[in-house]
């Protein structure tokens, strides 16, 4: 194997390796953004719901995407067990390992909807679901060869594919479930249920953000002529963007510079980044993250306002945001790096025109609308063959940790709950 | 509500039912004062006063006459004569004499507490109440506490000192009380860095404008959409001309008769009383209706016309500046 092909493989499993850690920035994030009763399970779901991401991937989820099949969905290449080596370009099993670990963080994302009420069970059966039937058909649309990428969508790391699916699916776990006990009053006005550890959450975010790198950086596939540095040079400035706007628009707005926002500015940077991070020039990077995490501030308001009760930000930072990330390609894509290279279109600011922009808002639309409408159904059905989806009213306030597990994560902390007596 | 260490059930009953009758003259007659800050605080010092003569007559029916001369003195809003609508207990007992009679005094201050509170006063969340050890003590040991206070000059003491110092005797010896605030006078005059300690100790404000000028509500629970008046806009005020009485010997707890009662070098300051005195009228026209204690000091934003808008939001700009030429006041004739 020639030493270049070498180095991209080897670049692409360090990229594997950092968004694979990206699960442990979301368990720390989850997990801090959530009260103490549930941070066991918050934590200890993600893990097992990786495992179950890997295996339906294995099975059937990088075949539904990149198998032969049709523009809606790739038929081939289940159960994927390819150990041959290249000439050129990835190792099949690299590049399996790199498209995976985008599949459990959209995954986790889709979780985020869940938070601190659904059943076990209900991840369980969701995480089969959504990784065979929500996330893959996105992803073939957009990155298999379906109809989406012939039309030209650009999403160089998925800001659309990853963080708006996984969104969209949070949206709809979120109206099925419905608020937490405690969230609205009867009024109507939204309680802050603050999570236990904001320290937690700020390292979650930390972790992320390295794990970006290899989301980002990683998705150049190679390190021919080190674009990759340019890609994390986006990727950083836009999420050094995103924190700075959301704590000024908290500290403008509210009075406050509030450290979940700023740090949910910060992913917004990185969400925003995603789509545009290889099409972009610094200064656009700069103002794609600051949009982002503007836009971060008032989006977490208005699902509040709408009394979606969303604990973790899920909808705002990954699906609110993911559609900006998605459209700013379509605004600041420049010639070299789209048109020039046969890579899509230029965009709005740079001569291309509403061309790009269209075909971005149009896969924004169809991606959202297939991940929300799917997963809504399957959730629906979930709710009616389960029984619920959410656990009981006694099972919610004692805290996950307790009634689906059988110990808190933070069993010194809790209050002692006595099994009641059979009558 | 409980009343303890009862041995006659019917006395109790009747004092209960004196307190309920009371209360209930109180719902049925304050709307003829609410819109009036003044008359509204006569009416308050009334009820107060009757309530507290009904709870020393029940203590000297359990215990005996006062073994001692002593004075009922209220503090905070009701010390200001800054009542609004509802209004919570903030009050003391100064009695001559020494330590021994000091638990009769607690049964009384208790008494009154419990009286208060049948009445529509809801007890203190901090104690301070003449129930309370620490507010109900002889002439000697109030003067040695106060110095303790002033001595120990932590933020925590000074708190107290300041909610001490706003007040007024309701009932009993007034000569009491003022030697009280002489003494602490005459404290301060001689180490005037305290000055400073008890500038920082309310420099803390609530925000309640952002910097384009808007409201800063608060964002969730039932109080969205609300600011606090007492905290946001009332404390600069009242805070300030606290500050500066203390610096210039005024007795008089009032903020308004403090305004009044600054000398003449301080007409920067005295142009803002017109300010207060219009918040004191905004805030009855606006809650006049409130229906608790909890309540009362709520301002939902967005219910306001623009004009109020407006006209609420120039008191606390200019209250804001008042604190801020307060502090310049205190840095620059305190600093040591």
Same mark, same amino acid.
């Given at each position: 194997m020639d030493a270049t092909v070498l180095m991209d493989n080897l670049w692409v499993i360090i990229g594997t390796i950092l968004v694979f850690f990206m699960l442990g920035g979301f368990i720390l994030l989850e997990a801090g953004s959530t009260r103490m009763k549930n941070a066991g399970h918050i934590a200890g779901k993600t893990i097992f719901t990786a495992g179950i991401g890997a295996l339906v991937f294995w099975a059937v989820g990088y075949g539904f995407i990149y =198998?032969?099949? !049709?523009a809606f969905i790739g038929l081939s290449n289940f159960f994927y067990g390819d150990a041959s080596t290249v000439?050129?370009?990835?190792a099949p099993a690299v590049d399996f390992m790199f498209q995976m670990m985008f599949a459990l963080v959209s995954l986790t994302i889709a979780f985020g909807g869940f938070a601190?009420?659904?059943k076990l069970s209900a991840y369980v059966i969701f995480a089969i679901l959504f990784s065979a039937f929500v996330y893959p058909v996105v992803a073939h649309w957009i990155w298999g060869g379906g109809w989406l990428g012939e039309h030209g969508k650009q999403d160089f790391a998925g800001s659309t594919v990853v963080h708006l699916t996984g969104a969209m699916a949070a949206l709809a776990a979120t109206m099925i479930l419905?608020?937490?006990? =405690?969230?609205? !009053?009867?009024?109507?006005s939204a309680n802050?249920?603050?999570?236990?550890?904001q320290v937690f959450t700020a390292l979650g975010v930390l972790v992320l953000w390295v794990g970006w790198f290899g989301f980002n950086a990683g998705s150049t596939f190679g390190v021919a002529d080190a674009f990759f540095g340019f890609v994390a040079l986006n990727t950083q400035l836009a999420a050094g963007a995103g924190a700075v706007a959301a704590m000024f628009i908290a500290w403008v707005v509210t009075g406050k510079a509030d450290i979940p926002t700023t740090l949910n500015g910060a992913l917004a940077g990185l969400v925003a980044i995603t789509a545009s991070c290889g099409f972009v020039e610094p200064w656009a990077a700069v103002v794609i993250g600051l949009v982002g995490g503007l836009m971060v501030f008032y989006s977490m308001k208005l699902f509040d306002k709408a009394k979606i009760d969303d604990p973790i930000f899920a909808l705002s930072v990954h699906g609110t945001v993911g559609v900006w990330g998605t459209l700013s390609n379509g605004l600041f894509a420049v010639p070299a790096l789209s048109t020039d290279i046969d890579w899509g279109q230029a965009g709005l600011f740079y001569g291309g025109g509403f061309t790009q922009l269209g075909v971005q808002a149009m896969g924004v639309a169809a991606s959202g609308v297939y991940a929300f409408v799917v997963s809504y159904i399957i959730l629906k059905v979930m709710n009616a063959v389960m029984g619920g989806i959410r656990v009981t009213e006694e099972e919610e306030i004692i805290g996950l940790d307790l009634s689906?597990?059988?110990?808190?994560?933070y069993p010194e902390s809790m209050p002692k709950h006595k099994e009641k007596a059979g009558v | 509500m409980v009343i303890v260490n009862h041995s006659d059930n019917d006395e109790f009953e009747a004092y209960i039912n004196c307190y309920l009758e009371m209360r209930q003259w109180r719902d049925k007659h304050i709307h003829k004062v609410w819109e009036n800050p003044i008359a509204l605080n006569q009416f308050h010092d009334m009820l107060i006063k009757t309530t507290v003569q009904k709870a020393i007559e029940k203590v000297e029916s359990e215990?005996?006459?006062?073994?001692a001369h002593f004075a009922f003195f209220i503090m905070g809003s009701g010390g200001r004569s800054e009542q609004s609508i509802w209004s919570d207990q903030d009050h003391g007992i100064i009695f001559a004499g020494?330590?021994?009679f000091k638990s009769y005094f607690l049964r009384m201050g208790e008494e009154i507490s419990n009286g208060l509170s049948v009445v529509g006063y809801e007890l203190c969340d901090g104690k301070v109440?003449?129930?309370?050890p620490k507010w109900c003590n002889s002439v000697a040991s109030w003067e040695q506490q106060i110095s303790n206070w002033l001595n120990e000059a932590s933020w925590e003491s000074l708190r107290y000192f300041s909610t001490f110092f706003d007040s007024r005797v309701l009932?009993?010896?007034?000569g009491f009380l003022l030697r009280l605030k002489e003494r602490a006078f005459n404290h301060l005059r001689k180490d005037p860095y305290l000055y400073i300690r008890l500038f920082e100790n309310i420099r803390h404000m609530k925000k309640g404008?952002?910097?384009?000028?808007?409201f800063l509500p608060?964002?969730?629970?039932?109080?969205?959409?609300?600011?606090n008046m007492k905290e946001v806009i009332f404390f600069p005020y009242i805070n300030s001309l606290r500050l500066l009485s203390l610096k210039e010997g005024?007795?008089?707890?009032?903020t308004l008769a403090r305004f009044q009662q600054?000398?003449?070098?301080?007409n920067t300051i005295k142009k803002y009383q017109v300010d207060f005195e219009k918040l004191l009228h905004l805030r009855l026209y606006f809650?006049?209706?409130?229906?608790s204690y909890e309540d009362v000091?709520?301002?939902?934003?967005?219910?306001?016309a623009k004009s109020e808008k407006q006209e609420l939001k120039q008191i606390m700009k200019h209250g804001y500046r008042l604190f801020n030429e307060t502090k310049h006041i205190i840095n620059k004739g305190c600093s040591s």
């Open positions: =198998g032969e099949g !049709n000439e050129e370009g990835l601190e009420r659904a419905k608020p937490r006990i =405690g969230k609205y !009053n009867k009024d109507g802050n249920i603050a999570g236990h550890n689906e597990h059988g110990s808190y994560g | 215990l005996g006459p006062a073994p020494n330590e021994g109440m003449s129930s309370n009932i009993g010896e007034d404008l952002g910097i384009l000028g808007q608060d964002s969730f629970g039932k109080e969205t959409r609300c600011i005024i007795f008089t707890p009032s600054l000398p003449n070098r301080y809650k006049k209706h409130s229906k000091h709520l301002l939902n934003v967005d219910y306001l």
